[in-house]
């Protein structure tokens, strides 16, 4: 069964250090989410990306976030410097979106980044 | 910023028991989905219904709609200790640029 790949599962970082989280989705799923959550909340969207094109950054603290997904297939998730505040699950997201002519927007999940700036 | 708000935060009910969790929603959506994420894990789809349904079933889920109080439910029949986990609503409301926006969730404990 394909499956959302996430990598690194797990990363202690220093604060002011620079950190980076991959994610490749489902082969053919054209949206990609970035979505950051701290514990005993919900996932908040960072960024949306169809194919390769950003189409919601809004929620993305774009003085140190970035995100890239340079062929429309796998992405990137870049903090630098890393804060205190940025400890969270990390969760990478894709949907099909269209499905025989119908809007298809249930999304998978990969296992998440658990990300602890220390 | 989070669309959905479930209630109630936090649940627990004996084994066998229905359990029942609410979301609320503020705009107008094209959908809406549940989703469930056990401890640590990344989420995993359960079921989706469109603006234009206002009942789903899925095995032991059934999820209502009703878009005129802007709000769903997920109930849960013949509950068990494996149905133990957090439960979020996500509402997609179309134009392509609004993603899927969460809410803050419903944690399920099933007391066996």
């Known amino acids: 069964e394909a499956e959302v790949a996430q990598s690194p599962r797990y990363k202690i970082t220093e604060k002011s250090q620079a950190v980076a989280f991959w994610c490749d989705p489902i082969?053919?799923?054209?949206?990609l989410y970035w979505y950051r959550q701290i514990l005993g909340q919900g996932p908040e969207l960072l960024v949306q990306?169809?194919?390769?094109?950003?189409?919601?950054d809004s929620q993305l603290p774009k003085d140190r976030f970035s995100a890239e997904r340079l062929k429309g297939v796998d992405s990137t998730l870049k903090i630098q410097p890393a804060e205190l505040g940025d400890s969270a699950m990390y969760l990478c997201?894709?949907?099909?979106?269209?499905?025989?002519?119908?809007?298809?927007?249930?999304?998978?999940f990969g296992q998440g980044t658990r990300l602890t700036v220390v | 910023s989070q669309q959905g708000e479930e209630d109630p935060q936090a649940l627990s009910i004996q084994e066998g028991e229905n359990a029942t969790m609410n979301c609320s929603y503020k705009t107008s959506i094209n959908n809406l989905q549940w989703y469930r994420q056990n401890s640590g894990r990344g989420l995993v789809h359960l079921i989706l219904?469109?603006?234009?349904?206002r009942e789903k079933h899925s095995g032991r889920l059934r999820v209502t709609l009703d878009t005129s109080k802007k709000s769903s439910s997920l109930l849960i029949t013949a509950s068990r200790a494996a149905d133990t986990a957090s439960y979020f609503c996500?509402?997609?409301?179309?134009?392509?640029?609004?993603?899927?926006?969460f809410g803050k969730g419903t944690h399920l404990i099933i007391q066996p």
């Open positions: 219904i469109r603006s234009n349904e």
């Open positions: 996500a509402t997609y409301s179309g134009g392509g640029a609004d993603g899927l926006t």
């Open positions: 990306f169809q194919d390769e094109s950003v189409v919601d």
């Open positions: 082969s053919g799923h054209a949206t």
């Open positions: 997201a894709s949907s099909l979106d269209w499905t025989g002519g119908h809007l298809n927007t249930e999304a998978f």
